[in-house]
């Protein structure tokens, strides 16, 4: 079964730092997400991303965030200057668009987990 | 704003126990609903889905999950539990049924299942 896939895993970075998450969708999908999970949270939405622009974004999504489909396969999140409460699992998400254009399942990566020091 | 709540953050319960575990949402009006589950480690999966129809859904491994719309909730069941089900289980619910929609998450619930 294809499968959304995230790397890195865990990634560690300063406080102040860029840091670049990247995701690769499953393929035929055109629906993209990115949600995070503060420790002992919910998981909580941050963006979507369809048909090369942003769909929808949260609150939480502010001016340091920012998305990117730099080619054909891959999804990054980039964090501009890392702040302590960053720190974070992240998940990427993908969906396919159906003939009707109801809503689909969103099919999650394994996640990143973020850490800043 | 949807709302998704559920109710036990922690069920611990013996094999061949039955498990049922609680989902409430705010919206009001037709919805799509989502439980998905995270194995220790690994990524969450669709569980089962609701999007109209028959309220009664059955899942994989043996979940099922009944839609209550007076009660606006969505609660996930399985009649005997094995080991292997361990793991934390969230309910979602997208704002909308139009296509792209973010999901709105519950708490989860962790379930330790022993042997």
């Known amino acids: 079964e294809p499968e959304v896939t995230q790397t890195p895993s865990h990634q560690v970075t300063q406080m102040g730092q860029e840091v670049i998450l990247r995701c690769v969708p499953i393929?035929?999908?055109?629906?993209f997400y990115w949600y995070r999970q503060i420790l002992g949270q919910k998981v909580e939405f941050l963006v979507s991303f369809y048909n090369n622009e942003i769909s929808e974004k949260s609150e939480i999504f502010d001016d340091q965030f920012s998305v990117e489909r730099p080619d054909g396969s891959n999804f990054t999140l980039k964090i501009r200057s890392t702040k302590l409460e960053d720190s974070a699992m992240y998940f990427c998400?993908?969906?396919?668009?159906?003939?009707?254009?109801?809503?689909?399942?969103?099919?999650f990566g394994d996640g990143t987990r973020l850490s800043i020091l | 704003a949807q709302s998704v709540s559920q109710h036990n953050h922690h069920v611990i319960l013996s094999e061949a126990a039955s498990l049922e575990l609680g989902c409430n949402y705010s919206?009001?009006?037709?919805?799509?609903l989502f439980w998905y589950v995270q194995y220790p480690g690994q990524h969450l999966q669709l569980l089962l889905k609701?999007?109209?129809?028959?309220?009664l859904v059955k899942g994989i491994k043996g979940f099922e999950a009944e839609f209550i719309k007076s009660k606006f909730s969505f609660n996930l069941r399985k009649p005997s539990v094995q080991w292997s089900d361990t793991a934390e289980y969230f309910c979602a619910v997208p704002h909308s049924k139009a296509a792209g929609n973010k999901l709105t998450f519950g708490g989860g619930t962790r379930v330790l299942v022993k042997p």
């Open positions: 998400a993908s969906s396919e668009v159906a003939a009707t254009g109801s809503n689909q399942p969103q099919h």
């Open positions: 919206y009001g009006g037709t919805v799509n």
């Open positions: 609701y999007f109209s129809g028959d309220p």
């Open positions: 393929s035929n999908h055109l629906y």
